[in-house]
């Protein structure tokens, strides 16, 4: 049977990861389902964009209406849920977005697959898969010590990680309830290409090439799991085509640092392939300014993806060290990509 997906949120970080390698493996038709918040970027799709076998929709996932003719239309074989807000000071300031489309975007979207589902063939009702794409945030703060598994007790610490938390329930519920064949997928921070600035790599290259401070909160001591976007991605592609119906699967990068040290090896890197100018005292660690903490700041993530591993073969194939140095040259070589939204943000629109 051939390999129809839709991917909801085409248009974000991730998504657009997602989009492309689907493209760029053959997959005979993907569907971007986005409905172009601030953080969605259509550029980050341009080699994409031509293909006969790309296509896209601009639907919010609370929209029943509109989904119901796009599963019509299209006919997917496999669903990827990737459509979320998904930043956590935001959410702090306005987590009604967070509960909207995270929540209630996640039920309209189920309801609209099981009812497509229903409608399939006894075939494609068995080969059809709903992959819910989540965070390892939903499990809370570790010390300094032990890691986040399948088994991990769910335990949100922001208006983020709990509509997060609730979408992964309802997806657990829909497929106990109703038998839709989900699976779940929890990950690790990503960085890499194509990332918004409001993430931390990001606003660090971008602050830093402009010569403007570089905010880190509290002393830089939070420590986080690294994956490369496109590792990431091909887990999401292995756990669709191989995984457990039912099943949960942590996806990491097994990079842990400190916010300090990788904002610290950022401007070192960009210090080694565009040196710092001399008002900036030749180093552009001296941009960087400590930030009083945000409420509920976990103090450590960390994943075991040994399941990943066991099961489906997968593992990172980017070290922190190769995918921060391709991430930073990236965005030195990419200013077409950012600059515009940069020049956007300033303007206030």
Same mark, same amino acid.
């Given at each position: ?12 970080? +991730? ?12 997959? $005979?038709?993907? &569907? ?16 994409? @964009? ?10 919010? *996932? ?12 299209? #006919? ?11 930043? !956590?000071?935001? %959410? *702090?300031? $306005? ?12 039920? /309209? ?9 229903? %409608? ?29 598994? $399948? ?14 938390? #609730? %979408? ?16 779940? /997928? ?18 660090? *290259?971008?602050? #830093?090439? @402009?010569?403007?401070? +570089? ?13 490369? !976007? ?29 916010? +300090? ?11 080694? &392939? ?5 008002? &900036? ?6 941009? *960087? /300014? ?26 990172? /194939? ?9 991430? !930073? ?19 206030? #629109?």
């Amino acid at each position: 049977m051939s390999l129809r997906v839709l991917v909801t949120g085409g248009a974000g970080f +991730i998504g657009s990861a997602v989009v492309r390698m689907l493209v760029a493996r053959g997959t $005979e038709a993907v &569907i971007n389902v986005d409905k172009l918040t601030y953080a969605a970027n259509l550029d980050s799709l341009k080699d994409v @964009a031509g293909d006969s076998r790309y296509h896209f929709e601009r639907v919010d *996932i609370c929209d029943a209406i509109s989904l119901e003719r796009v599963f019509r239309e299209h #006919a997917p074989t496999a669903v990827v849920h990737l459509a979320a807000e998904s930043h !956590v000071d935001r %959410s *702090i300031d $306005e987590p009604g977005d967070f509960v909207r489309t995270n929540v209630d975007g996640t039920f /309209t979207l189920l309801q609209a697959a099981r009812r497509y589902w229903m %409608s399939l063939s006894e075939a494609r009702a068995r080969a059809f898969r709903f992959l819910h794409v989540s965070t390892d945030e939903v499990f809370g703060s570790l010390g300094r010590d032990g890691l986040f598994s $399948e088994a991990t007790p769910y335990d949100p610490s922001s208006p983020y990680s709990a509509s997060k938390a #609730a %979408s992964d329930h309802l997806v657990r519920a829909w497929h106990r309830t109703y038998a839709l064949p989900c699976l779940i /997928t929890n990950c690790s921070n990503n960085y890499g290409p194509y990332q918004f600035p409001e993430k931390l790599i990001p606003l660090t *290259i971008l602050n #830093a090439l @402009a010569g403007e401070s +570089i905010p880190v909160y509290a002393r830089g001591e939070n420590v986080r799991d690294w994956l490369f !976007v496109d590792d990431h991605a091909d887990a999401i592609l292995a756990v669709l085509a191989r995984g457990r119906v039912g099943e949960t699967y942590l996806v990491g990068g097994n990079n842990e640092r400190p916010n +300090i040290d990788v904002v610290r090896r950022v401007c070192a890197l960009l210090d080694e &392939i565009c040196p710092a100018p001399d008002a &900036i005292g030749g180093s552009r660690e001296s941009l *960087i /300014t400590f930030v009083e903490d945000r409420p509920g700041h976990d103090f450590r993530y960390a994943i075991d993806a040994a399941k990943l591993r066991r099961e489906l073969g997968w593992s990172p /194939t980017e070290s922190f060290e190769s995918g921060l140095r391709k991430t !930073v040259r990236w965005y030195v070589d990419n200013r077409w990509w950012w600059e515009r939204l940069r020049a956007r943000d300033a303007g206030g #629109a």
